[in-house]
């Protein structure tokens, strides 16, 4: 058993003066029980506590860790990038380099702008696809998440063509009613908010894999009827691949399902670990961003030395290395393969839903294609099963609905370990269930 009384007093005068004692909601324990660990480092597969536990990995900082943690390449980078100054708030190589590596990656980028999260990536996308069509409204899908911009934090009314409701508090219902949203994988819904509002929609904006809702698959011609309904209608599609970006293949999600979108956003992996995002496109729309074009967008910190340093020893590594996305693929099967088996003998009800180095289980026997079917899943048994888990220092994302991000740390006694926590941390969760 693993016992944590540093991270819990941590924890105890952390709520002191931050909200709710962690500085990102998703940290806290909050949907599974339990108070959160505090890291103190971590190396390749593993990640270190306060106390001197050590975990097995499976969250990966939520994704940019691809390589596991602290990977030579990238470390000697920053550590090369130091000496240099933090930040010039000036123009430099690196980023010239650093937009050139992008480009030559990612199939529907021809231009692009560095910012500092995801969250501003989205944000700004919208912005310039609003700006480049003249239009206000945009539809996203239940259960993408794309940040804590104001207009993104909505969900659907009852009817598909119902405007949206705010999520949270000090979301205006002004903003919102400009967010139409649709259910995952249903493209007649997005036909009928888009003859609904005929000429009034800039973008569609989508996770061409969903990652935020537990992982879910985009199903057979969905994005190549998105991708068609936008060319009819003069509507920017925009992947978000903050999440899926570098991680299902080099070039992205985009490059595994062959659809082209003509904005993408970028983050996580981008980074290397460092808070950097990215928005990019085709250059007719990226020509309308500022000081090229009028719709304005800026950062202080953005393009920073040492993050830039960091993100492009990691995309370099990537795209010199294609046979990491086999390992991975290899790794994620046999874990899923063995979930499966434990699953059949203790008779679980269960779907797993994967994609490459990216999956989630669900805890029913019903297929799991968008939100409301992510729902059926029994949470309270999520919740039990990830403290066992934890408890046999495996580290999962403290939620049913997020994905496990697979490193290439992980290596074949790893992924055997995991399946022997699974089937114990089941037999657990199943007894006090
Ligand atoms: C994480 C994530 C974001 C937000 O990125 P931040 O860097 O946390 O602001 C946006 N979109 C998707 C798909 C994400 O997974």
Known sequence: ??????????????????????????????????NPRFMVSAKGPYMFDEDGNQYVEFINSWGPMILGHAPAVVQEAVMAAVPNSLSFGAPTRKEVEMAEL????????????????????????????RGYTGRSKFIKFEGCYHGHGDSFLISAGSGAITLGVPD??????????????????????VQTLVDANKGEIAAIILEPVAGNMGLVVPEQGFLQGLRDICDKEGIVLIFDEVMTGFRLASGGAQQLYGVTPDMTTLGKIIGGGMPVGAYGGKAEIMNYVAPAGPVYQAGTLSGNPIAMSAGMAMLSHLKNNPEVYAQLEQTAARMVAGMEANMQKLGVKFTIN?????????????????????KTSDTALFGKYFNA??????????????ALFISTAITDELADQYIQANFEALQEALEIA
């Open 1 to 34: 058993m693993i016992q944590a009384p540093v991270s819990n007093e941590l924890f105890e005068r952390a709520q002191h003066t931050i909200p709710g004692g962690v500085n990102s909601p998703v940290r806290a324990f909050r949907a599974v029980g339990g």
């Open 168 to 189: 949270s508090p000090g979301v205006t219902t002004g903003v919102a009613a400009d967010t139409l949203t649709a259910p995952y994988n249903d493209l007649n819904a």
């Open 389 to 402: 888990m934890l408890k046999r220092g495996i580290y999962l994302a403290p939620s049913q609905y997020e």
């Open 102 to 129: 992008i480009v030559s990656m990612v199939p529907g980028i021809e231009k692009v702008r560095m910012v500092n999260s995801g969250t501003e990536a989205t944000m700004s996308a919208v912005r310039v696809a």
């Open 354 to 374: 994967r994609v490459g180095s990216m999956f989630s289980i669900f805890f029913t026997d019903k297929p799991v294609t968008d939100f409301e079917s992510a």
